[in-house]
């Protein structure tokens, strides 16, 4: 695994699935190959299938400790398609409601309006844990969304699925990652008007900037190419999105960072708006348990 989540102040990730059936384009996962837990078949059929670990509830259990501040899922998506019949992370979020070992925070990580079938759950362990819910947001075109994800929920209905979160009482973040093409400012908006925390954002992960570790598939590579939108891809227009995001951020009083900064704003309170200052000791729970 990489460093990224390790300097967001994560101390832990649990991952209940290998690979994913939305199988987006741009998913650095199978860049990751090995490094991530794959198999030859994986990466190579990259959302034809899943295989769940079936036991992670259980082991999950055991591994539980105070202070850990844990991330699920940072290789897959935990709502994906296939949730809507392994139904594994009901199991998961009882462990959390149920154990006598309160961890320190437990972030969810997805895309999928399949989460709602689980708010009572997620209600539960809330009061036993800080739990929040991390939602991507990629684009405020359908269009776009089509092209880069089509086995993911249409936008609309992501934003949807963020509204019915935060009316539950659920502490919901819009991550707007990646950035896929859009009117930055409209996303951006969108995300400030949807929310009342921090806004999170993190462009295509490129070589230019990120030397080393996971990146972009070369699927969206292509699809920029052939689209004519290369230049989302450019670390100079990247920042410049960025730069008009936060502007946008800014105006309304609002905290918004991307990259380890940015996640790192799921790590703590809303007022949160900086890295920690000591990490606890690193060691995934996928390592541990799994």
């Given at each position: 695994m990489s460093g990224f989540l390790r300097e967001a102040g994560f101390t832990h990730s649990l991952t209940p699935a290998r690979n994913c059936t939305f199988g987006c384009s741009y998913c650095y996962v199978p860049t990751m190959r090995v490094q991530g837990g794959l198999k030859p078949e994986d990466w190579t059929h990259w959302g034809h299938h899943t295989t769940f670990k079936s036991n992670a509830a259980a082991l999950l259990r055991k591994a539980l400790r105070p202070g850990q501040i844990i991330y699920c899922s940072p290789l897959t998506d935990p709502y994906q398609p296939a949730e809507a019949t392994e139904r594994l992370m009901p199991g998961i979020?009882?462990?959390?409601?149920?154990?006598?070992?309160?961890?320190?925070?437990f972030v969810i990580q997805t895309r999928?309006?399949?989460?709602?079938?689980d708010l009572e759950l997620l209600q539960r362990a809330?009061?036993?844990?800080?739990?929040?819910?991390?939602?991507?947001?990629t684009t405020d075109r359908e269009d776009v969304r089509r092209?880069?994800?089509p086995h993911c929920a249409p936008v609309e209905e992501r934003w949807s699925a963020i509204a019915s979160l935060r009316a539950a009482g659920i502490d919901v973040?819009?991550?707007l990652a990646p950035i896929l093409p859009c009117d930055p400012e409209a996303l951006v908006r969108r995300a400030l008007d949807a929310t009342a925390g921090p806004v999170?954002?993190?462009p295509f992960h490129v070589r230019e900037v990120k030397r080393s570790g996971a990146t972009t598939r070369p699927a969206a590579v292509s699809i920029c190419r052939h689209h004519n939108w290369l230049e989302w891809l450019e670390p100079a227009f990247q920042r410049g999105v960025l730069a008009r995001m936060r502007a946008i951020a800014a105006e309304q009083g609002r905290a918004f960072a991307h990259g380890p900064e940015g996640f790192g704003l799921l790590t703590g309170p809303r007022e949160h708006t900086s890295l920690p200052g000591s990490l606890l000791s690193w060691k995934a729970?996928?390592?541990v348990s799994f």
């Open positions: 979020l009882e462990a959390l409601a149920e154990s006598p070992v309160t961890p320190a925070a999928g309006p399949l989460i709602l079938n809330a009061r036993r844990t800080r739990l929040a819910v991390s939602f991507s947001v092209i880069f994800e973040f819009a991550t999170i954002a993190d729970v996928s390592e």
